[in-house]
Structures are given as structure tokens and as C-alpha cells.
């Protein structure tokens, strides 16, 4: 099993930054991917972009290409999304979620961390 624990999230303004972490624990940690997911109210869980654990290569959604990071510390077992230039329409509770499969499938979660942006 794997532990996944979000932090970071929080209520910030329009055009701010937040930097969220996820830390994972339990069984040998080594992801084929770890992506970043939100669920904005009323709306379905979407992949924010996701990184693949070796090699450090991304992927984003569009709407967040050139304004979010993903980034990891292999040493910390730790995912992190850098979050600027923030909009309202970013608000959401964000999940973090690891994949052993090479697909996008995912097979652990966590609990998730709401962010607020407000206008």
C-alpha cells in the first residue's frame, strides 16, 4: 500500500502563487507516474498534468500550461505543483495520485487539498 498526504492548499487572490506537496509513504515508492487531479464544485475529477517518476517529464493541461509546475524530489519521496498566476477558475479540491501501471490508470489517491482563488 501506498500513503498519499497532500498539503498547501488554502485561500489565496487572484494572480497569486500557492505551491501544494504530496508525500507518500508505505511500499517501495517507485511510480510509473504521479499526477495532480481537481474537482471544482459541480464538476468531474480532471488531470491537471502528471510527471513521469524516472525521468522527470511532464505533462499539463492546457488551461494551466505556463502557469503550474510539477516537480518531484525522488530523495523525499514528495510531489509538489507550483501554482501561479492563479484564476478563480482554479478553485477546486486537488488530489494527488500515483500510477503502477504506465497508463492512466491510478491506483492511490489522497485525501485532497481544497484551494480557494478568490477574484
Known amino acids: 500500500q501506498v500513503q498519499l498526504v497532500e498539503s498547501g492548499g488554502g485561500l489565496v487572490q487572484a494572480g497569486g502563487s500557492l505551491r501544494l506537496s504530496c508525500a507518500a509513504s508505505?511500499?517501495?515508492?517507485?511510480?510509473?507516474?504521479m499526477g495532480w487531479f481537481r474537482q471544482a464544485p459541480g464538476r468531474e475529477r480532471a488531470l491537471v498534468g502528471r510527471?513521469?517518476?524516472?525521468?522527470?517529464?511532464?505533462y499539463y493541461l492546457d488551461s494551466v500550461k505556463d502557469r503550474f509546475t510539477i516537480s518531484r524530489d525522488n530523495s523525499k519521496n514528495t510531489l509538489y505543483l507550483q501554482m501561479n498566476s492563479l484564476k478563480p477558475e482554479d478553485t477546486a479540491v486537488y488530489y494527488c495520485?500515483?500510477?503502477?501501471?504506465?497508463?492512466?490508470?491510478?491506483?492511490?489517491w489522497g485525501q485532497g487539498t481544497q484551494v480557494t482563488v478568490s477574484s
Open positions: 495520485a500515483a500510477s503502477y501501471a504506465g497508463t492512466d490508470t491510478y491506483h492511490y
Open positions: 508505505g511500499r517501495t515508492f517507485r511510480p510509473i507516474f
Open positions: 510527471i513521469r517518476w524516472a525521468d522527470g517529464s511532464t
